[in-house]
């Protein structure tokens, strides 16, 4: 998935359709222990997420950030999840194209809708939906019942929402670094960002998808005394989506960690530099 083709996106966090990125490969140059700051120190191993919550519907970072809060802990290896028996008997597993298709024009609040119903734009939808459930704003109750609200099949979401509400409680709010109704404490930035990588239909029907998204993302609170720094991680989120009501929407999801690129050897930048970029260079509100 390219965030620079044709269409052109623009700033925050919501996306979707049918503009589909390259097949190069992705590396990510990792902080080392050269920086004095906090972001400069060795990084610490992935830990695994899995028990640590098991719902039907997982979404997006909230098992990263689960990870996140917990990291001082070892954990086993995240669980294979979520793939499809169907698979090989939809679309190809050929890394998609881009196809010179505009990007939809609807809106479901700030996030794009309007898929097309196709391969294409369940992948599109695919994409999008990753990047809004990996954003901040599923760390508080108003917006992360707007977020479920557009991106779910209406069937599911009473039910995801009530697992939701306790899996964000105030103890782990805590843990990741937050206040009880999911704000950053003063003179601190709040980071919780995810970017497509590339997308993959592994089946489809004229009513159902199912497609695999790998994924990058930031989550972490940055600025001066911050004990949480801003950390990547890398996965895998499958969503199966069915469509209803004129759209695609999520009936299930499930993450896998990884594939993860080996570190690089850029300096971390400073906790003020961080809290800078992400107040600077807004999210991406279309992602392909």
């Known amino acids: 998935m390219s965030f620079g083709d044709e269409h052109g996106y623009g700033g925050d966090q919501g996306r979707t359709d049918e503009s589909f990125g390259g097949t190069g490969q992705t590396r990510t140059r990792l902080p080392d222990a050269r920086s004095g700051d906090a972001y400069g120190g060795p990084r610490r191993p992935a830990r695994g997420s899995r028990s640590l919550i098991t719902m039907v519907g997982v979404v997006i970072l909230l098992i990263a950030a689960i990870a996140f809060a917990n ?40 996030i794009p809708s309007g898929f097309a119903r196709n391969e294409q734009g369940a992948a599109s939808a695919a994409a999008n939906y990753v990047v809004v459930l990996g954003s901040d704003g599923m760390f508080s109750a108003e917006s992360r019942g707007d977020i479920i609200r557009a991106t779910h099949d209406p069937a599911v979401t ?31 930035t709040f980071v919780s960002r995810t970017l497509p990588i590339g997308t993959k239909v592994t089946a489809l029907s004229p009513d159902t998808a199912t497609v695999e998204v790998w994924s990058t993302g930031l989550v ?10 801003v950390t990547e991680t890398w996965f895998t989120m499958t969503e199966k989506l069915k469509w209803t009501g004129g759209d695609w929407k999520i009936t299930s999801s499930s993450q896998t960690e990884g594939p993860t690129p080996v570190s690089g050897g850029n300096r971390a930048s400073t906790a003020d530099e961080i809290a800078e970029a992400v107040q600077g260079y807004g999210g991406f509100t279309y992602a392909r």
């Open 220 to 229: 972490g609170l940055a600025g001066e005394g911050s004990t949480k720094p």
């Open 71 to 110: 990291r001082g802990g070892g954990g086993d290896d995240a669980p294979g999840g979520g793939q499809d028996a169907a698979r090989g008997s939809g679309p190809g597993a050929a890394p998609t194209a881009a196809t010179g298709v505009k990007p939809v024009t609807g809106k479901n609040g700030a």
């Open 158 to 188: 009473n039910g995801l929402l009530n697992d939701l509400d306790e899996a964000y409680s105030p103890g782990f709010l805590k843990n990741v670094g937050l206040n009880d109704d999911g704000s950053a404490p003063a003179g601190l």
